[in-house]
């Protein structure tokens, strides 16, 4: 069960691990881009291309995948970025309950964003769990935990694509520890759970008083979706491709202007090396001021 290119790693490392998948759950298809068609979810296509089951109910409530669990009577069900709580009646049908990898050092970042929030809040490292599922978010015992650090220039897009694929190894390690009577069963303590809410567009807006390594923290967690953001004599842009410097200013001055453009903040300046304006695609700083040399000047004060 599951629904993005996250998930769609770990179904592929089952498949070529030579287990019988008898039946992939995804969420139905949804229209998108300026035709609206209907287009197949990453784990859904990677079903269809193996020739394996694939089922897109709209619902999981009052039953509804039953009489499929019924018909195909699963030993083990994996869960990966499936996007919807399953019932009890899913959880207790498997002979081995149902697992599932979660792209977080759990119990920190429980929840829809954990890749994200790790950065955003400035972790050294992160990584994924495996899990037993149960009727909680993300608060089932843990089965194996496998940690990677988080560099300077990771990005949520790029900490998304290590993680799919450490999280597709552990898999195959959880799933032959099930196999083998060896997995074990560990705790959460719920003590120590952190909550990484879903992501909303405002949460990108920068608040210059803060510090450049919060700031740096917060422009990388939000790459690519929903991205942070400033403001510029009114005008929305978007902002991408930072570092932090040790440089003074005031919050939000524009202190330099050239191939890129450097901000004082409330500790320290950030460097921004990629800008987006609003329905235009990111671009190098150098490559939008060549058509717009008035709108970042020196001494200019970003709006708040």
Request: with cysteine.
């Amino acid at each position: 069960m599951g629904t993005p290119d996250f998930a769609a790693v770990s179904l592929e490392a089952l498949i070529d691990e030579g287990y019988e998948v008898v039946c992939v759950i995804s969420q139905p298809k949804k229209p998108k881009n300026r035709g609206m068609k209907l287009l197949e979810t990453p784990v859904g296509s990677v079903a269809e291309q193996n020739g394996i089951r694939l089922c897109q109910p709209e619902t999981l409530r009052d039953n509804a995948i039953l009489p499929l669990l019924e018909e195909v009577k699963p030993d083990l069900i994996v869960v990966v970025a499936y996007g919807k709580l399953l019932p009890e009646y899913v959880l207790n049908y498997p002979k081995y309950g149902c697992i599932n990898i979660h792209g977080s050092l759990l119990p920190k970042y429980r929840g829809a964003a954990p890749i994200q929030y790790s950065i955003i809040k400035g972790e050294e490292e992160t990584g994924v769990t495996s899990m037993y599922m149960a009727k909680g978010m993300d608060t089932g015992d843990m089965i194996i935990k496998s940690a990677i650090p988080i560099e300077d220039d990771d990005t949520a897009e790029t900490l998304h694509d290590k993680l799919a694929v450490l999280g597709a190894e552990v898999l195959l390690e959880t799933v032959s520890e099930i196999e083998h009577g060896r997995a074990p069963r560990v705790p959460q303590n719920d003590a120590e759970a952190t909550y990484a809410s879903m992501l909303t567009k405002e949460m990108g807006k920068i608040d210059w008083e803060k510090s450049a390594r919060e700031i740096f923290n917060l422009v990388r967690g939000l790459d690519p979706w929903p991205s942070a953001y400033s403001y510029i004599d009114g005008k929305r842009f978007k902002v991408f491709g930072v570092s932090v410097e040790d440089k003074g200013g005031a919050p939000g001055e524009i202190l330099e202007v050239g191939e890129t453009l450097l901000v004082g903040t409330g500790e320290g300046a950030l460097r921004i090396r990629e800008v987006g304006f609003d329905n235009k695609k990111r671009m190098k700083v150098s490559d939008f001021l060549r058509g717009n040399k008035d709108t970042f000047q020196k001494g200019k004060i970003l709006d708040k």
